[in-house]
């Protein structure tokens, strides 16, 4: 089967792909046109990042992307080297990170104006113990469909949607305001959903709360529904 055909791939058994995804090879016309699931488990020729931002706009269909037990993974999207005159629009619904002990972040710069990902429905990340944000700020203002999140056991994990104080026109009223379904336990550093100290107080720290208000679980209100964050949260 020729790789344009493909409708699911797991990277590790396509080790000739390597050129094709360091960017030293040119990426053949509708090479990954048809590809609507991506798994990278274990993959040993990848470098810092997942998805160089090369490789974004030759995935027109991806809908689920699933990374797990990469080690050198420091990122999942590249955006570095884009410029602010290149808008790509990424398809996808899924996302699941589990196991990625040197992972630092998902996007390794704010996208604003680079790459869009309005579609996105799910996020699962597990166990990626340096990750200390899940979304930049405007990313968290374009995913208007996302439903369910859930975050475990990342231990460096301090917020969801990252502060940005160098552009005022990205604070958000309402982060991820189609949630409904938020699921986080085990971030023993975990203190905001989001907090932007130019605002007032709308977003208050979870340790702000007495520990008879708290027990073992937390509950945040958001967007005007009732978010269940379940497991064991830090409660110093």
């Known amino acids: ?11 590790k058994s396509k080790p000739e792909l390597q050129e094709i995804w360091n960017g030293s090879l040119h990426i053949p016309d509708l090479c990954f ?15 810092d990042a997942v998805l160089p931002f090369h490789l974004l706009s030759s995935l027109p269909k991806l809908e689920i992307l699933k990374v797990e037990n990469c080690d050198s993974v420091k990122t999942i999207f590249d ?18 990170l589990f196991k990625l002990p040197n992972l630092k972040n998902v996007w390794n710069e704010n996208p604003h104006g680079i790459l869009s990902m309005h579609h996105l429905r799910e996020v699962n990340i597990e166990d990626c113990k340096c990750l200390k944000t899940v979304f930049p700020v405007s990313v968290a203002r374009d995913i208007v469909e996302l439903e369910n999140l859930v975050v475990k056991d990342c231990e460096g994990l301090m917020t969801i949607v990252a502060e940005d104080n160098t552009d005022q026109s990205l604070e958000l009223t309402s982060p991820c305001p189609c949630v409904r379904s938020l699921k986080i336990w085990g971030l023993t550093k975990f203190k905001y959903f989001y907090y932007c ?30 978010l269940f964050i379940i497991g064991s949260v830090s409660a110093n």
Do not use: W
């Open 1 to 11: 089967m020729q790789i344009s055909e493909l409708v699911q791939l797991d990277l």
């Open 33 to 47: 046109s048809g590809l609507t699931t991506l798994k990278v488990n274990d993959c040993r020729f990848l470098s």
């Open 79 to 96: 955006v570095k080297c884009a410029t602010q005159d290149t808008l790509v629009t990424f398809p996808l619904k899924n996302l699941f």
């Open 197 to 226: 100290s130019l605002k007032s107080d709308i977003y208050t720290p979870l340790d702000s709360h007495t520990k008879n208000q708290l027990g073992t679980q937390k509950v945040l209100f958001f967007s005007c529904f009732l």
